[in-house]
């Protein structure tokens, strides 16, 4: 019989899991031994499942299908590292990417997913990489004076976009502005069509999301509210699953060295992220922040 590693790992994996999830005794294979056989079944497979969002600086797909961004060249380098050779991308909703994780699509998010204590209780975070503050992209000279989402809230009629899933957009909810007019926006460009043609009076993604978005634009019509006064400063992290923390710990190893070496802020920086910014904040305060 030929072992095909792939098919049969998984479906051992799923088993096991299911052992463990009715609460039956876990027989063979420890977590440890687990963990290192999914960086083994990685190192032979050649590459990582990483989910994106193609939202520039934070993960891009290239007009010739090559996969940049922070986010990617980060998990890149870090797998690298631990043997695994490349990763392969797939373009995801930010709702999407969690619920895909779980399921087994992805084996991490290396989105630029930003961390917030319930998305804390869904997945295993590594340690933080990617931070940023929120940003409005607006007509030239905000006609509006729209400074935070409750200033969105409170006009009567205005609408924001944001990304399906995404920060911005339980922001915006959360601040009260109705779900009618906060209306879900697919990529970058369909937001900035979609102010242009005045169907949104602002779109919201991070500060340097919407920043590439109008250097790209090149629009004198539009500019940008940046940062959304009351928003926090995100960081993101790499997310893997919950049943997968081995493997986690062992990219925040990896992590940790590179962020001591400087490889990590020779990676990001270009991208316009801080590496000290990710330094001088940890998982453990960032899933427990009321954010
Ligand atoms: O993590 C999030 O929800 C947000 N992160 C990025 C990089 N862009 C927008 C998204 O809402």
């Given at each position: 019989m030929t072992f095909d590693r792939r098919t049969d790992f998984v479906t051992f994996?799923?088993?096991?899991?299911?052992?463990?999830?009715?609460?039956?005794?876990?027989?063979?294979?420890?977590?440890?031994?687990?963990?290192?056989?999914?960086?083994?079944?990685?190192?032979?497979?050649?590459?990582?499942?990483?989910?994106?969002?193609?939202?520039?600086?934070?993960?891009?797909?290239?007009?010739?299908?090559?996969?940049a961004g922070a986010g990617p060249d980060l998990a890149r380098a870090v797998f690298k590292k631990l043997g695994v050779e490349d990763v392969v991308a797939s373009v995801s909703e930010y709702g999407a990417m969690i619920p895909g994780l779980q399921a087994g699509r992805f084996d991490a998010v290396t989105a630029g997913l930003f961390m917030k204590p319930q998305r804390c209780e869904a997945v295993a975070y590594s340690q933080p990489d990617l931070c940023d503050a929120e940003a409005l992209a607006v007509p030239k000279g905000n006609p509006l004076n729209f400074q935070s989402y409750e200033d969105i809230a409170a006009h009567p009629t205005a609408k924001v976009g944001a990304p399906g899933g995404g920060t911005e957009e339980r922001l915006a909810l959360e601040a009260g502005v109705p779900?009618?007019?906060?209306?879900?926006?697919?990529?970058?460009?369909?937001?900035?069509?979609?102010?242009?043609?005045?169907?949104?009076?602002?779109?919201?993604?991070?500060?340097?999301?919407?920043?590439?978005?109008?250097?790209?634009?090149?629009?004198?019509?539009?500019?940008?509210?940046?940062?959304?006064?009351?928003?926090?400063?995100?960081?993101?992290?790499?997310?893997?699953?919950?049943?997968?923390?081995?493997l986690r710990d062992a990219y925040d190893k990896v992590l940790a060295e590179m962020k001591e070496s400087g490889e990590f802020a020779e990676i990001i920086e270009p991208y316009g992220f801080s590496a000290e910014a990710a330094k001088q904040v940890t998982r453990e305060e960032l899933c427990t922040a009321s954010n």
């Open positions: 994996r799923t088993a096991l899991a299911a052992v463990v999830a009715t609460g039956g005794i876990l027989l063979g294979a420890s977590a440890p031994a687990m963990a290192q056989e999914a960086l083994e079944e990685l190192r032979e497979q050649g590459f990582a499942r990483i989910a994106i969002a193609n939202e520039p600086p934070y993960t891009a797909v290239n007009p010739d299908g090559t996969v779900r009618d007019r906060v209306i879900v926006v697919p990529d970058g460009q369909s937001g900035i069509k979609m102010l242009q043609d005045g169907r949104i009076d602002a779109y919201s993604l991070p500060v340097l999301s919407i920043g590439d978005l109008l250097k790209k634009a090149n629009d004198p019509n539009l500019e940008m509210v940046a940062p959304v006064k009351g928003a926090p400063i995100y960081c993101a992290g790499a997310a893997f699953s919950k049943d997968n923390t081995e």
